[in-house]
């Protein structure tokens, strides 16, 4: 079976609020297709308060983006809880349970990851990238909050090109995300 696979994501939160969220824009069929070059991996959900980014089959984040945004309308936006329910039951479903897929999603106060084996991670730094680019965009994103006092659009922006630089399955079409 020929698989959809959609790569790098990036988010950066910096301490004053400013969040930011984007993704590069291929989606790669099997090992060596790239079958589009300007999908849009990242998104503003929930009265443009969350935002939401997705790495692994394409299909299958579609899915879990929307039912992460109806587990934010039955929490009345509440992030973490949302987040936690979704986890649940995307590990318990059996049908969800074979979704792959990751996923990233803010809002002003927090910033997680979230994953088919029900893991909710909160990262220990106000950076965190996933997909197949997401160790080089993460080296980059973390290297730029540290030593410079870019804006997080800018970090998240420089990172994804930078990896896309370097791996074969992330590109230069670049879609952000800020609230």
Known sequence: MIKFHATTICAVKRPNGDICIGGDGQVTMGETTIMKNGAKKVSKIYNDEVLTGFA?????????????????????????????????????????????????????????VLSGTGEVIAPDKEVVAIGSGGNYAYSAAVALYENTELDAETIVRRSLEIASDICVYTNGNISVEKL
């Open 56 to 112: 692994g089959s394409v299909s299958d984040a579609f899915a879990l983006t929307d039912k992460f945004e109806k587990k934010l309308e039955e929490h009345a936006g509440n992030l973490k809880r949302a987040a936690v329910d979704l986890a649940q039951f995307w590990r318990g479903d059996k049908a969800m349970r074979n979704l792959e897929a990751l996923m990233i999603v803010a809002d002003k106060e927090n910033l997680l």
